[in-house]
């Protein structure tokens, strides 16, 4: 299993430095590079005698959106069965990696591992992206030109699709500190992983993104709160690094930063065209209600809905709540509510569980993660960008797994009655 | 919740459940991948195989139309048409579609079905200035113009920029300002402006003061600068009573100082009361090496400032600034007045007045006297007779290049009070 999990690990990653894959020759890698991954899975589990198939409560309301799109494109209730099809393999290959992900992490090891995994992801990318924001010249890896109009930020063609990966893999870490999740003495390389991340997002000027991380803060300290007992968790770790964060950035220069929330700042989407888009998405949902207009057409059916012009194509509305409305109707509205219900269900009685400090941190920065990107989902298209869809089904599956015991718990359960067990965090 | 795989079966059946799910999508993503980059290779070959992969794809049978269609070597409408076609059952509603396969049925003559098709288009996107453009110019090369109007006044009311080619089109179909005005233009002074911007351009001086009267009519606020061309046609085309009934109303509509010169003196702001305005009637500075411009307070008993320029000695200067062209009476005698002080103006070519008709330079040139070394307030007078074909004079400060070695210019001088007021007075200094 040690391949899917590595083969896992290097398809997400892949997918966030291949400019979050949304170019056609990495969603194919990435589709193709899933299907790969099933089939190894099959034939390493199919040799032990003593494996099982984990089955989230989530799978069933991701197999309903395939269910929906399978059956527009049979129904021929779609606009444009080509788009259909297109996004269908996508979230085919999208379950494929949350399934895997829920076969191949399950130990204490394995999650500690895609734990780290997340953390190391996470600071690389974001020192990757402060470099390129002072030397590049617009460029994607100093040598990628992207179209007019695009607004670069690290591997990603949008500054706030960039928020939105560090969004979901930066709560991670910061949990990792607030929980106590880590020893001690990491302690000060976690925080050092963490403090440049939050540079970057503020460096990145996303105010949507800002915002979703200011309300994921406010999670984890909820979570925290939720926890208060001698030796439980402290925000304080959090907070200092979020302070040095901010000092870094007040030391590199916040005039950029500060012009992106003034008024009178013009560049990026203007609330009106906002309002129009989530118009023309209900309008779109009004005139198909049930099983919507198709998935993936939003960008062929929306111009006919459109009032307000400026001569940009609209691929999406900047809210992936009405387009998930207006592509699959009532149906998928349906799988996304039970979708949301069972994730927070479970995720809730995970974090409450008995478990170790590790494993409830884990837990608070699925959570805080999930959080922060349902917000931001209201104002962009986040899960829309295959590397964000991935990660976050990833922190869906942290935030629903088994909790983990404590050492403690585990060795005495491990010990015959009557020898003494020395404690181990 | 956990399944465990019992027996054999369960666990062969796995891998050969995952190959079969692992064949239903690799095989596409693999196809997607490779049609895309042969639709994207830009060789007629490659794009046709890539088409054929993929035959769900619209765009990619829209590239190949459009390859067909404006291929250099060997256009094919025909063909083109046929892959629009494609695209458009895989993708009845892009407006983009329907306008390549309307251009296609124009190429080939069929504007009955290109019509249809710029209506499916439309309906496709109701919104789009583009669709309406490209409809709208359709309808110009019908010479449905009424109709092609609407369309391309719809356009540029969605999408600005559009403006100045949609002033050129319609004014090159119909060459009639009443159309641009009336059908054409959106009702505001930004557009107004550019149309007149268009019209002094092509030196169509009538129509560009019909739109001028509309726009003055419209009592908006609109600034000076953008009407300089219009004024700049005028003087050329001479039309100086047109100039002088214009000038006030650009200046009342620009929020600036517009009440008539007084003591009928036909120079605008002779006391420099107000900053340039760089064009139309008002004072000009094109800001020369070796000099510079600026106010001081004017002489006693006189108007609001004085003119001051400094020269830094660097250069044998040719001056022709600060300057004004004014409007005058063809066939007439006019007083010339001003103020001049000099500070150890230098070399022998000093500072004066030039009087002269732009558009005729031989006649009603005049020069005043030449002011060197220091000198008080001092009036200079002059008097000038404008020719029968004289509607402009232009007045400014000169000096002409000093033929000598010690040529460099230094010094300062100071203009106050500067006037032109029409007069009974005969006779003219003409120029040596």
């Keep these: ?425 | 919740m956990e399944f465990p795989l019992e027996g054999m079966g369960m666990r062969r059946a796995l891998p050969v459940a995952a190959l079969a799910t692992a064949a239903l999508l690799i095989y596409p993503a693999a196809k997607i991948w490779i049609a895309s980059r042969q639709i994207h290779s830009g060789r007629l070959d490659r794009m046709e195989r890539g088409a054929a992969l993929v035959p769900g794809d619209g765009e990619a049978w829209d590239r190949l139309g459009r390859f067909e269609q404006f291929d250099f070597a060997n256009p094919n409408s025909s063909l083109a048409i046929a892959d629009y076609r494609k695209a458009i059952e895989d993708d009845p509603l892009s407006a983009y579609y329907w306008m390549d396969l309307a251009s296609a049925y124009e190429d080939t003559g069929d504007l009955t079905h290109a019509a249809d098709a710029y209506n499916q288009s439309r309906n496709a996107y109701p919104s789009s200035a583009l669709v309406a453009w490209n409809y709208g110019n359709f309808l110009l090369r019908q010479q449905d113009y009424p109709e092609a109007y609407a369309q391309i006044r719809l356009a540029i009311e969605r999408d600005g920029s559009l403006l100045p080619i949609a002033i050129s089109r319609a004014w090159r179909s119909s060459g009639d300002v009443n159309q641009l005005i009336g059908r054409v233009l959106p009702a505001n002074p930004d557009a107004y402006l550019q149309a007149l911007d268009f019209l002094a351009s092509i030196q169509q001086t009538d129509a560009a003061l019909a739109l001028w009267q509309r726009l003055a009519a419209m009592g908006k606020p609109f600034a000076l600068q953008p009407t300089f061309a219009f004024f700049e046609e005028l003087i050329r085309a001479d039309r100086g009573d047109d100039a002088r009934r214009a000038w006030p109303q650009a200046l009342a509509a620009a929020g600036l100082p517009h009440d008539e010169p007084a003591n009928h003196s036909l120079i605008w702001d002779g006391a420099f009361a107000t900053d340039f305005a760089n064009g139309g009637l008002g004072w000009r500075w094109d800001s020369p090496i070796g000099a510079e411009m600026d106010f001081d307070s004017a002489p006693p008993a006189s108007g609001a400032r004085a003119l001051r320029l400094d020269f830094n000695g660097g250069t044998n200067l040719a001056l022709d600034g600060p300057s004004q062209y004014v409007p005058v009476e063809p066939a007439s005698a006019f007083h010339f007045h001003a103020l001049m002080r000099t500070d150890q103006i230098s070399t022998d070519s000093g500072i004066r007045f030039s009087i002269m008709d732009p558009n005729h330079p031989a006649e009603a040139a005049l020069l005043t006297d030449n002011f060197i070394g220091t000198h008080p307030w001092t009036a200079v007078d002059a008097d000038v007779t404008t020719a029968a074909d004289t509607h402009f004079l232009l007045v400014r400060v000169f000096r002409s290049p000093s033929q000598f070695f010690d040529n460099k210019l230094s010094g300062t001088v100071w203009i106050a009070d500067v006037s032109l007021v029409p007069s009974r007075a005969a006779g003219a200094q003409l120029l040596p």
Excluded at chain 1, 200 to 220: D, K, T
Excluded at chain 1, 285 to 290: A, E, I, M, S
């Design chain 1, 1 to 425: 299993m040690r391949l899917v999990r590595i083969g896992l690990c290097l398809l997400l990653a892949f997918s966030v430095l291949a400019f979050g894959a949304v170019e056609t020759w990495s969603v194919s890698l990435l589709e193709i590079g899933a299907a790969l991954l099933l089939v190894a899975w099959a034939f390493i589990v199919s040799r032990d005698s003593g494996a099982k198939i984990q089955w989230s409560a989530l799978n069933a309301p991701l197999l309903g959106f395939l269910a929906i799109g399978l059956l527009q494109l049979l129904l021929h209730r779609t606009a444009y069965p080509f788009l259909t099809r297109q996004e269908l393999l996508r979230l085919a290959a999208y379950f494929i990696v949350f399934f895997l992900t829920a076969q191949a992490f399950r130990s204490r090891a394995d999650l500690w591992a895609l734990a780290w995994f997340l953390v190391v992801l996470c600071f690389a990318v974001s020192l990757l992206a402060i470099i390129q924001h002072f030397t590049s010249n617009g460029r994607i890896y100093w040598f990628q030109e992207v179209a007019s109009g695009a607004d670069v930020f690290g591997p990603f063609v949008n500054r706030n699709h960039f928020a939105g990966f560090l969004e979901l893999t930066l709560p991670v870490g910061l949990a990792l500190l607030a929980f106590r999740g880590v020893r001690r003495d990491l302690f000060p390389l976690v925080a050092l992983l963490t403090i440049v991340p939050v540079s970057a997002l503020v460096l990145s000027g996303s105010r949507a993104g800002i915002m979703s991380f200011v309300f994921a803060m406010a999670v984890l300290a909820l979570l925290v709160r939720s926890r208060q007992e001698l030796r439980g968790p402290r925000m304080a770790a959090v907070v200092l690094v979020a302070l040095a964060a901010l000092a870094l950035i007040a030391w590199v220069g916040v005039s950029g930063i500060v012009e992106r929330f003034s008024p009178q700042n013009s560049v990026g989407i203007s609330l009106s065209r906002r309002a129009s888009m989530f118009r023309g998405a209900a309008h779109i949902f009004l005139d198909h209600p049930v099983i919507g207009s198709g998935l993936g057409t939003t960008v062929s059916v929306y111009p006919r809905y459109e009032t307000e012009y400026d001569g940009r194509v609209v691929d999406h509305v900047h809210d992936d709540y009405i387009e998930a409305l207006a592509e699959t109707g009532l149906l998928g509205g349906l799988c996304g509510l039970a979708f949301l219900w069972r994730l927070y269900r479970h995720a809730r009685e995970n974090f409450q569980a008995e478990q170790s400090h590790f494993s409830r941190a884990l837990h608070a920065g699925a959570i805080a993660a999930l959080s922060a990107l349902l917000l931001h989902s209201f104002a962009d298209f986040n899960l829309h960008i295959p590397s964000n869809a991935l990660l976050f089904l990833v922190m869906a599956y942290l935030a629903t797994s088994a909790p983990l015991p404590s050492e403690f718990a585990a060795q005495r359960r491990r010990q015959p009655a009557g020898e003494h067990v020395s404690v181990v965090r």
